[in-house]
């Protein structure tokens, strides 16, 4: 057997790889940059009646030393390798959800708007690519306060991106960072989170409107308290007849080290002991029910199931689907 496989890959690089190559450089018009561009992040599935669709915000490289808290970077570096990443930096993905149903419109989440890396800020290119325009959108359903999910609704220069929306926001999230004598209490590091969320929201502090966990917050979704990765951090159950889907917003990282591994902690955890109790119970949630889910930071399309796995889970993505 070896000797054939090496027979395979020998012959597969004499033979095809230079006329494949030569070939292609003949005949292919060189557009400039085209060739590096994806086809537009969006995908459309549905939940029951409710018409779901992913759309992609780019990603942000994140070095992996001192990214889990309380792993070694070699162990670290290990759960990249089994999953076929690069175990120098890892790439952190960004994929919010827009529901239609009624010919209503609402989004979970924004993205970074023109706030985050360059390899970032595709969200509107790609939700108008998707067909929608976001002078349409009815509501917004914020799950916590870091700048990725809510520097989508405001640009640098300070325009509101979504003139008509309705603005939902975790209370418990609302109460933790618009606290002025929290903010002033607050370590160095942490003080730019609190200027940006009233960056964001300082100029409608009066319009946004605070739902509470565990609640119905809008037909068909549920509100679910996930504390410790932000105080008010919130997932969600969207239902629709049978259809269900556990949007577990930032309930894990990067599936491949967190959901691998429930009791790593990443940096961004601000309160790790509670953020690793909520992350086995919802991921044991989604495993027990078969549910499926979604996470704002797992590859594109961002939604798939979990199995129990030893000690740990294993993120299942679903299979792309050319059908809604
Ligand atoms: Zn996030």
């Given at each position: 057997?070896?000797?054939?496989?090496?027979?395979?890959?020998?012959?597969?690089?004499?033979?095809?790889?230079?006329?494949?190559?030569?070939?292609?450089?003949?005949?292919?018009?060189?557009?400039?940059?085209?060739?590096?561009r994806?086809?537009?992040?969006?995908?459309?599935?549905?939940?029951?009646?409710?018409?779901?669709t992913?759309?992609?915000?780019?990603?942000?490289?994140?070095?992996?030393?001192?990214?889990?808290r309380?792993?070694?970077?070699a162990?670290?570096?290990?759960?990249?390798?089994?999953?076929?990443?690069?175990a120098?930096?890892?790439?952190?993905?960004?994929?919010?959800?827009?529901?239609?149903?009624?010919?209503?419109?609402?989004?979970?989440?924004?993205?970074?708007?023109?706030?985050?890396?360059?390899?970032?800020?595709?969200?509107?290119?790609?939700?108008?690519?998707?067909?929608?325009?976001?002078?349409?959108?009815?509501?917004?359903?914020?799950?916590?306060?870091?700048?990725?999910?809510?520097?989508?609704?405001?640009?640098?220069?300070?325009?509101?991106?979504?003139?008509?929306?309705?603005?939902?926001?975790?209370?418990?999230?609302?109460?933790?960072?618009?606290?002025?004598?929290?903010?002033?209490?607050?370590?160095?590091?942490?003080?730019?989170?609190?200027?940006?969320?009233r960056?964001?929201?300082?100029?409608?502090?009066?319009?946004?409107?605070?739902?509470?966990a565990?609640?119905?917050?809008?037909?068909?979704?549920?509100?679910?308290?996930?504390?410790?990765?932000?105080?008010?951090?919130?997932?969600?159950?969207?239902?629709?007849?049978?259809g269900?889907?556990?949007?577990?917003?930032?309930?894990?990282?990067?599936?491949?080290?967190?959901v691998?591994?429930?009791?790593?902690?990443?940096?961004?955890?601000?309160?790790?002991?509670?953020?690793?109790?909520?992350?086995?119970?919802?991921?044991?949630?989604?495993?027990?029910?078969?549910?499926?889910v979604?996470?704002?930071?797992?590859?594109?399309?961002?939604?798939?199931?979990?199995?129990?796995?030893?000690?740990?889970?294993?993120?299942?993505?679903?299979?792309?689907?050319?059908?809604?």
């Amino acid at each position: 057997m070896e000797m054939t496989r090496r027979a395979v890959l020998a012959s597969t690089a004499l033979a095809a790889a230079p006329l494949g190559v030569t070939a292609l450089a003949q005949t292919t018009p060189a557009p400039q940059n085209a060739q590096s561009r994806q086809a537009p992040g969006f995908y459309r599935y549905k939940v029951g009646d409710i018409e779901v669709t992913a759309i992609q915000d780019g990603f942000a490289r994140r070095p992996l030393e001192g990214f889990v808290r309380n792993a070694e970077l070699a162990q670290v570096q290990q759960a990249m390798q089994e999953a076929f990443l690069p175990a120098d930096a890892l790439a952190i993905t960004f994929t919010t959800l827009v529901l239609q149903r009624n010919g209503r419109l609402t989004l979970i989440d924004t993205g970074n708007g023109d706030s985050g890396a360059p390899t970032s800020g595709l969200w509107m290119s790609n939700f108008r690519a998707a067909g929608f325009d976001p002078a349409q959108v009815d509501t917004i359903v914020i799950s916590h306060f870091h700048g990725d999910h809510i520097n989508g609704l405001r640009l640098k220069d300070g325009t509101a991106v979504f003139p008509k929306a309705e603005i939902l926001v975790p209370a418990t999230e609302w109460d933790f960072w618009m606290d002025d004598v929290r903010m002033n209490q607050a370590p160095d590091a942490m003080k730019g989170g609190f200027q940006g969320v009233r960056r964001v929201f300082g100029p409608i502090a009066k319009d946004v409107k605070r739902y509470e966990a565990d609640k119905e917050i809008l037909p068909g979704l549920t509100s679910i308290a996930a504390p410790g990765h932000t105080p008010g951090h919130t997932s969600y159950m969207l239902s629709s007849g049978a259809g269900r889907l556990m949007i577990m917003s930032d309930v894990t990282n990067h599936p491949a080290l967190f959901v691998r591994n429930p009791d790593w902690s990443a940096i961004f955890d601000m309160d790790a002991d509670q953020a690793r109790a909520t992350r086995r119970r919802m991921l044991d949630i989604a495993a027990t029910e078969r549910a499926q889910v979604a996470f704002y930071h797992a590859p594109f399309p961002a939604t798939g199931h979990i199995a129990k796995d030893g000690n740990g889970f294993r993120f299942v993505p679903v299979q792309w689907n050319s059908a809604v």
